[in-house]
Structures are given as structure tokens and as C-alpha cells.
């Protein structure tokens, strides 16, 4: 038996292979196991190919061994295409014999129920044993098309598969192939087309993590119906960013129900696509909402421009597509920025005296007549500083596609900034001679918008810098507390050692001890039942604000008591907490949810006691610094609350944010932290202070 070889050394094995086995193979080769030996003879694979099948001696003049253990020495890959119930048996063969990895084209395993996902589990522990990586099972295996392996039976394989810069990875079989389809249909060409199956040993994010590394591929693109590895695509969209090459996502299921009950509103809102959004987005991520927007964007991206800002520069013989462009644009976070006046006395030269020189630039139909009207126009209207993509639309010109390809091909070669062409109702071969001069064109004004803004934010994003935070310093609270609700008072104290503003509090457990917290504080005082059975204080009416003598102080003691008496008889009561009344006029909620795939999350939105109603939130993976959490406040509906309105002074972003980061630090400081509320946070002119906190510790280290 082979040693387990590294894993990444294994993928390579699998998708370089020198050498491929067909377990299973037909003489058929219409059948699932006779296509993979047809397309690679078809296709020119220049290593071995070994069919394995005891019916047969030879299949399409290659000899057919009768087992696996008649293999020779030094096979790198086997396809397996049996029956799901020989599969295991195949796999400890291909161990004995040493070879590295295996496509399972087999289903009837995890898909099939509980009794397919017990056969599932213990094939990866054979492929364990064995030292096979398997790819699958219930897969259509992968193309490699720099290399014509084809290890595949997938319907994309039947027709032109030249090898382009695109790395497509898809959980789907058919539905990755129709994508695969559509990426022919416009002649992007893929470079590796992967299908991962159920995913028993190889995931999605590694094997996008070998393809990605080899210098041919530009774009990466994958279709998800599910992530069970989170650290493992934060890995991969990591090194995506260091490498210069977008990643481009499609997944599934935005709408499905993935809260789950917990202990603080952030783990209720903690909806599993939401989540996932969140973090795609903090590491650069772009996310395609169907199979043509990921077309449009890796079209887009694919092309080698730089767009190094927001500015969207639109050209149109139609004001109403303009208009409409211009609308998209603000809706997607373009700018239609006014043009300078440079730029405006250029265009005043050329356009005729009805067009329009401002942006968008209406060049009319004249430029029919006059095609140095088009030319020019889009020429300055690139050349303008404060436009860095330019989209020019047009419709129908079917006369005229000759003119037209020539223009744009002096557009390309006398500008540097990318732009796209949006031609309504082309002519195919129009489409067709200006995709091969390497001009991206879309037959929608708003489709175009879109993939302009896909390119902006991929060429703009910047992945904070988690490394600038100092580390936390904490004291031993997790010695003392084994799981649980940690009790208000130590979790202040606590949460204030990690650089956490946090409003200060004094425990009463009697009237008597609660004046005296009163009058140690300077000015009124709110009054906050304390028990570590009940997490969310208002909804028992234990909260009570505004005391600023001894006789209120006295009675709410009393009132607190009576409320939690009521409310939650079983309920464990420490006493009440005596807590100075904190200004602030604007009301935030932080907290951290432990997710179960990405792990700590931070939250931050509006609403305090109403943030479950107004669902205004944002989500980070911790750790992260202070630009990530001013990206967070920007992404919240109400954000503009923080700059003033009404007469409201504006409050500081930056020691909200910087607050955001010190959560987050303690949230990847201390696994044991299951949950965090922090709600409200108060901000105002002395900066944000949390005056209520809910601290849950689970029992073993997450």
C-alpha cells in the first residue's frame, strides 16, 4: 500500500496525469463507461490509458486488463465506473497497486439516504487506507483541456472544448454543465471544467485551489449548492486575491431557513446565505445571482483591463438607454461623475448640435454619417480622469456592422481603460468579430452595468489587515465559568479589559445596596434586573430608566422583582444592576455568532431593542481591523444616521469601527465565546459605549 501522499501533490497527480485507468471500461462507447476512453482518444490525450474490465482483452486496440491488480507500476489516476456497491473494493485495489487518485462517476452513496451515506463514509475511510484521493462520488470526474484529459462522460465533452483561461468548479453535474455550455456559446473557453459530486474526501475549495495555481488560468468560477468548509474557501479566496485572479461564485439557497435557535438576536440572524455573502464579500469574493450574471462577469473579467475606480462613463444613440444605465449604475454602487470641461469643449467639437455632451453622452444616430463622431466621443469620454469604464450602446445597425467593428477596434487601440459594448439585437457575426478582437459586448444596456460593476469592485476591494490589531489581553473569567450565561457583572469587567467601551455597572441585591450605587454615581441611573436564566432583559420588564432619587430607586428595586417574579418564576436572581443613564443618540447592536462552517462572526446594526424588525445588519469573519469595520457600518440601509440628520451631530465611524475590531479580536482570541450581545451600544459625542451585554461560554473549545 501506497503512503498517503500529500494532498496537493496528489490533485496535481490527478489532473496532470501521465498515466489513466478506466475501471469498468465498455466497448460501448456510448455508454457512461465508454465515454471517458472515446473522448480521450478523440481529443488527443498523449499518456496511457489503461482500460480495466474482465470481459473484454482489448478495447479500441488498447489492451484490457482483467483486474485492477494486473495494472502495471506508476498509473496516476484511475476513473472507477461500477456499480456503487463494488466501488470500496476497487478503491483498496487501486491502494495496493499505488496509484494516487480516482474519479467516481458511481452514485447510490450520500444522496441516496442514510444507508447511501453510511456507504459514503466508509469509502472515504477506504480511500483513507488506501492513500487514494478520490474525486466524488456521483460526479461527471473533470476536464482538463490544457492537457486533453478528459476524465469525464459529461455532455460538454462532445463538442469544441478549446482550452481558455477560465477555471469553472461546479457541486452540480448537469446544471455545471449547461454553465459550461453557455461559457462555449460565447468563446470565454475553459481551461479546467471540474465537477466534485458529493464531495466524500476532495472539496470544492481545494480543488480551485490547485487549478487557480496554474499560470494559463485568469478567471476562476464555481457553482455551490453547499459549504461545509469555511476556512478552506477564506484559503482559497486568499489566494486568489494574491495571485490577481477573480473569483467568481454562483450559490444557491438565499432564501433557505438556516437560523437556528440560540441565546442573542445576532445568532437569530445569523441566516446561513447571509453568512456566507458576508464573508465572500470581506475576502474579494464576487457572487453571481444566476448562470448568465456569472457569464456576464467572467466575460468581463476575463478581459486584461484595469478599472481603478467607480466612475462610469456611458455613450448611447439613445437618451432613454442612457437614462436607464445611469439609473442601474447608483443602484449597484457606479458613479456617473459630470465631465470635465476638457473633456466637454473635445466632445462639443465633434457631436452635432443636438447631442448631448455631458454623461451620459448622447452621440445620436449621426455618427452613421459622420463615424469620427462615435470614435472621438468615446475616445475623450475615456480619456476624461474621473471615468475609469466606459459602456457604449447602441441597437440594431445591421448595415453598418463593418463601420462599426472598425470604430471600436481603434477604440481599443487608442484608449487604456477597459470598456464594454452594449449592442441591442446585434447581428451574430458582429458579436462574434468583436469578441475575437478581445472587446467584451452584452445585448442589455443594464446586464452591462452590472458586469461594469463586478470589474470595479473586484479591481477597488482591498482585504483589511487583521494583523494591525494589537492582541487582547485577558483575565482568567474562563477559569471560573464552565458554559453558560456568564453573569452581567464579570462580563462587563471582563469585556472591558479587551478594549471594549463598556458603560459601568454595580451589583445590588437589595434596595438598600442599590441607593448606595445610586448616589456612588454622579446623575440619574437605570436599574437592570440581573439573572443568568434571563438574556434579554426588556421582555420581562426588567429594565428601568431614568432614576434620579431614592424613593424611584426604592421602588423600581421592588418593581424589578415583582416583574421577574411574573415574567419568569424559575428564574435564578442575582439582584439588580445599577448602571449610570449613558447619552448617545444613536442606538447600535454588536454581537458574535459561532457559526458552524466560518466560525466567529461579528455583527453590527441599527435598532437596538427593534434589531430583529429591522434586520439593518452586517456580518465579518473575525479577526479584522478598523477599514473592515467602516466597511461594515457603509453597508447598513440607515448609515447615513451616522453622518447627522434633523439636527443630530455626526459621530466618529472610525472609534466604531475600531470598537467592531476589538470585538473581533476577542471573538478569534477565545474560542469558548459561543455567543455575544452587546445591545445598545449608545454613540454619541464621546463615541460608541455598550450599556447591556449578553456572554454565553460553551463548555469545550470550539
Not at 461500477?82 to 499505488?98: K, N, R, T, W
Not at 478599472?307 to 432613454?320: E, K, R
Not at 416583574?563 to 428564574?571: G, K, L
Amino acid at each position: 500500500m501506497n503512503e498517503l501522499a500529500p494532498r496537493r501533490q496528489t490533485i496535481q497527480r490527478l489532473l496532470q496525469p501521465a498515466s489513466i485507468a478506466i475501471v469498468g471500461a465498455s466497448e460501448d462507447l456510448s455508454k457512461v463507461n465508454g465515454r471517458p476512453l472515446k473522448h480521450l482518444l478523440d481529443k488527443g490525450y498523449a499518456g496511457r490509458i489503461l482500460p480495466v474490465n474482465p470481459k473484454y482483452r482489448d478495447i479500441e486496440g488498447l489492451p484490457c486488463y482483467a483486474r485492477v491488480a494486473d495494472l502495471p507500476d506508476g498509473v496516476d489516476m484511475a476513473i472507477i465506473a461500477v456499480p456503487a456497491s463494488e466501488v470500496i473494493a476497487h478503491v483498496e485495489a487501486l491502494g495496493q497497486c499505488g496509484v494516487a487518485a480516482a474519479v467516481i462517476f458511481s452514485s447510490g452513496f450520500g444522496e441516496m439516504g442514510a444507508e447511501g451515506r453510511a456507504m459514503e463514509e466508509a469509502l472515504q475511510r477506504a480511500g483513507e487506507r488506501a492513500g487514494v484521493r478520490l474525486l466524488g462520488p456521483n460526479c461527471l470526474g473533470f476536464i482538463n483541456a490544457f492537457s486533453n484529459v478528459y476524465a469525464t462522460f459529461s455532455q460538454y465533452a462532445d463538442g469544441d472544448t478549446g482550452a481558455g483561461p477560465i477555471a469553472f468548479v461546479t457541486q452540480s453535474g448537469a446544471f455545471g454543465t449547461a454553465i459550461a455550455a453557455l461559457v462555449r456559446q460565447r468563446g470565454l473557453g475553459l481551461g479546467y471544467f471540474i465537477n466534485t459530486g458529493n464531495e466524500a474526501d476532495l472539496n470544492f475549495s481545494e480543488l480551485m485551489l490547485a487549478v487557480i495555481e496554474d499560470p494559463r488560468i485568469r478567471v476562476a468560477a464555481g457553482y455551490l449548492e453547499g459549504v461545509s468548509d469555511g476556512e478552506g474557501l477564506v484559503r482559497l479566496a486568499r489566494r486568489c486575491r494574491e495571485l490577481g485572479k477573480p473569483l467568481v461564485l454562483t450559490k444557491v439557497g438565499r432564501l433557505g431557513s438556516g437560523a437556528r435557535a440560540a441565546a442573542s438576536h445576532t445568532g437569530a440572524l445569523a441566516v446561513e446565505d447571509t453568512i456566507f455573502d458576508s464573508v465572500i464579500r470581506q475576502y474579494g469574493v464576487l457572487r453571481a445571482r444566476n448562470e448568465e450574471q456569472m457569464l456576464d462577469m467572467l466575460e468581463a473579467l476575463a478581459q486584461p483591463r484595469v478599472c481603478a475606480g467607480t466612475g462610469l462613463g456611458i455613450a448611447t444613440q439613445s437618451g432613454g438607454a442612457g437614462v436607464m444605465m445611469a439609473d442601474r449604475a447608483e443602484e449597484v454602487g457606479l458613479a456617473v461623475p459630470s465631465l470635465g470641461a476638457a473633456t466637454q469643449q473635445r466632445l462639443a467639437q465633434v457631436m452635432p448640435a443636438f447631442g448631448s455632451a455631458n454623461n451620459p453622452v448622447d452621440v445620436t444616430g449621426q455618427f452613421v454619417a459622420r463615424p469620427e463622431l462615435l470614435l472621438e466621443s468615446v475616445v475623450a469620454l475615456l480619456d476624461d480622469p474621473e471615468v475609469d469604464i466606459g459602456i457604449v450602446w447602441l441597437q440594431l445597425m445591421t448595415a453598418h456592422v463593418d463601420k462599426l467593428v472598425t470604430i471600436f477596434a481603434e477604440i481599443q487601440a487608442r484608449t487604456t481603460k477597459p470598456f464594454f459594448v452594449c449592442w441591442v439585437a446585434a447581428p451574430a457575426h458582429a458579436l462574434q468579430r468583436l469578441r475575437e478582437l478581445g472587446i467584451v459586448v452584452f445585448g442589455a444596456g443594464e446586464r452591462a452595468v452590472e458586469a461594469a460593476a463586478a470589474l470595479a469592485r473586484y479591481h477597488t476591494h482591498r482585504v483589511g489587515n487583521a494583523e494591525s490589531q494589537a492582541p487582547i489581553q485577558l483575565p482568567g473569567l474562563e477559569a471560573r465559568w464552565k458554559q453558560g450565561m456568564v453573569p452581567c457583572l464579570e462580563a462587563t469587567e471582563w469585556l472591558q479589559a479587551a478594549g471594549i467601551p463598556m458603560a459601568p455597572v454595580h451589583l445590588a441585591r437589595d434596595a438598600g445596596e442599590a441607593v448606595s450605587a445610586w448616589k456612588g454615581f454622579t446623575g440619574a441611573v437605570a436599574l437592570k434586573i440581573e439573572s443568568p436564566d434571563i438574556s434579554h432583559k426588556t421582555e420581562v420588564g426588567g429594565v428601568i430608566l431614568k432614576l434620579n432619587d431614592e424613593t424611584a430607586v426604592r421602588d423600581a428595586m421592588a418593581q424589578l422583582l415583582r416583574n421577574a417574579s411574573h415574567h419568569a418564576p424559575d428564574a435564578r436572581v442575582s439582584g439588580a444592576l445599577v448602571q449610570p443613564m449613558v447619552d448617545g443618540h444613536i442606538e447600535l447592536v454588536m454581537g458574535v455568532h459561532r457559526d458552524p462552517v466560518f466560525g466567529a462572526m461579528v455583527m453590527v446594526g441599527f435598532g437596538g431593542v427593534l434589531v430583529e424588525v429591522l434586520k439593518d445588519v452586517a456580518f465579518r469573519k473575525a479577526p479584522f481591523g478598523v477599514d473592515e469595520g467602516l466597511s461594515m457600518l457603509a453597508e447598513l440601509r440607515l448609515a447615513a444616521l451616522l453622518d447627522g440628520v434633523r439636527g443630530q451631530s455626526a459621530v466618529d465611524r472610525r472609534a466604531i469601527a475600531q470598537m467592531l475590531a476589538n470585538v473581533s479580536q476577542l471573538a478569534a482570541t477565545v474560542p469558548r465565546l459561543a455567543e455575544l450581545d452587546l445591545n445598545p451600544v449608545r454613540v454619541g459625542a464621546d463615541g460608541p459605549i455598550a450599556v447591556d451585554c449578553v456572554l454565553v461560554l460553551s463548555e469545550e473549545t470550539a
